[in-house]
């Protein structure tokens, strides 16, 4: 495992190179992993973590208490928000899906005298059994975010939908990347564009294709699959 680790983040890492993307973050999903699986990754250079479920990410935030940016990635229900808030490795929520979860995270922020770094979830292609605003309800959301205090929304993020073909997957990137560059266009005053989290592990070559600049990998950092 230990050899495996180390050969698929050194190819993956390559792959930024060559696709001239030197600023991209790689973020190693924990979902299922054991403590010994995701040690093994920190110690091949990985500094960023993410985990889809809040009791799981309190608990490995324990196992590893320094030395790692944790990101929460996961559906977030309002009344799991403070603790998740109040985590002191906490580097950003990826997935805050609708206004009045941006609200609470928010206003539990301001309890706990913090700035929380976001993004805004969208549900790019509008599958039913996803969450995140739809493209064309987020502008009409914007004011208001711009308006809450101790959010800080740095970008977008997406899931595309599970294809065989990656390649079937970058229309839905693409119409990412052109929302942030509308977004972009009004002078907000605290709405940041400046992240696009996109890919996982069956995508995440056409994401940086398409400008990711965080991918989201599980399976390929962990499993024999295109180790070198």
Do not use: C
């Amino acid at each position: 495992m230990q050899e495996t680790s180390k050969k698929n983040l050194r190819r993956i890492k390559k792959e930024l190179n060559i696709n001239e993307n030197k600023e991209v973050k790689i973020i190693g999903v924990t979902k299922n992993r054991t403590f010994e699986e995701i040690e093994k990754v920190l110690n091949k250079g990985l500094t960023d973590l993410g985990e889809n479920r809040v009791q799981e990410l309190l608990r490995k935030t324990e196992m590893f208490p320094t030395g790692v940016g944790w990101h929460f990635i996961g559906h977030l229900q309002r009344n799991k928000v403070k603790y998740v808030v109040r985590m002191p490795q906490l580097a950003m929520i990826h997935s805050v899906d609708s206004l009045r979860l941006a609200k609470k995270i928010s206003q539990e922020a301001k309890r706990a005298k913090r700035v929380i770094p976001v993004l805004l979830q969208v549900n790019i292609a509008r599958e039913e059994q996803k969450y995140g605003f739809l493209a064309q309800d987020l502008n009409r959301n914007l004011p208001e975010l711009d308006e809450l205090e101790n959010i800080k929304i740095k970008g977008l993020m997406t899931m595309a939908p599970f294809v065989k073909d990656p390649e079937e997957t970058r229309p839905f990137f693409a119409d990412l990347r052109k929302l942030v560059e509308k977004i972009k266009e009004k002078n907000w005053q605290r709405i940041k564009m400046e992240e696009l989290s996109m890919g996982m592990s069956q995508d995440y070559l056409v994401a940086l294709e398409e400008g990711a600049t965080i991918i989201r990998l599980g399976r390929i950092l962990f499993s024999d699959e295109g180790g070198i």
